[in-house]
Each structure stands twice: as C-alpha cells, then as structure tokens.
Nanobody
Framework: QLQASGGGLVQAGGSLRLSCAASGLTFSRYGQGWFRQAPGKERVFVAAITRIGGTTYYADSVKGRFTISRVNATNTVYLRMDSLQSEDTAVYYC????????????????????WGQGTQVTVSS
C-alpha cells in the first residue's frame, strides 16, 4: 500500500528526492514518516509530517538538509534530501500511521501501521 521510489547513487553534496505513493488507504487520515536503516544498524527516524501537513519533525542529523512534504490530492509524500553525506547511505522506508498519541510519537516506528518496501540511497564520498 506504500511504494517508495527515488533512491540511487549520488555524490556527497548532491541531492535526491524520494517519493512514497500510497494506495488502498485514506491518505489524508494518516501521518507519514521516513525512516532509514544503514547496514548493520537499527532502523531510525528521519522525518515525519502530520495528516494535513501543518507540522513536520526531523531527526537532528538531517535537520536543515532534508525536507518532508505531502500532497494529499495525489496520495504522495516526499523527502527532499540536500547536502547528502556518506552517513546518509541507507535503505529509506516510508511509513503511515494514525494512532499517534503526541508529537513525540511520530519518531517511533511502533506507531506506524503501514510500511513501504524501502529504497536504497548510496552517497559516495
């Protein structure tokens, strides 16, 4: 129900835009998040956006470089990634949830019900 795309190989300092297309769910009822998992590491929070898109949250490691946005009319959430660094190399996953209990819960994977398949981002130094 979530299809992530847009990953690839990019040089350090470059940019990519990830997309996540949703189907089979009422998109505007779900908050959306992006997580990433580097080889040998746990999946970690990257960014999130509320249902209507009025509020966004970012991990400290990407704040100022990444931008999350959504277009409810097309059931799509985006992650614009600028000034990419080798440490950003990971598989990126989009996720959707509707049971967040407060703003902080957007950062935790357990509050997301649906997950995309992941898209690989590789940053060469």
């Amino acid at each position: 129900q979530l299809q992530a795309s847009g990953g690839g190989l990019v040089q350090a300092g470059g940019s990519l835009r990830l997309s996540c297309a949703a189907s089979g769910l009422t998109f505007s009822r779900y908050g959306q998040g992006w997580f990433r998992q580097a080889p040998g590491k746990e999946r970690v929070f990257v960014a999130a956006i509320t249902r209507i898109g009025g509020t966004t949250y970012y991990a400290d490691s990407v704040k100022g470089r990444f931008t999350i946005s959504r277009v409810n009319a097309t059931n799509t959430v985006y992650l614009r990634m600028d000034s990419l660094q080798s440490e950003d190399t990971a598989v990126y996953y989009c996720a959707a949830g509707s049971a967040f209990i407060n703003m902080a819960s957007y950062m935790f994977a357990r509050y997301y019900k649906y997950w995309g398949q992941g898209t690989q981002v590789t940053v060469s130094s």
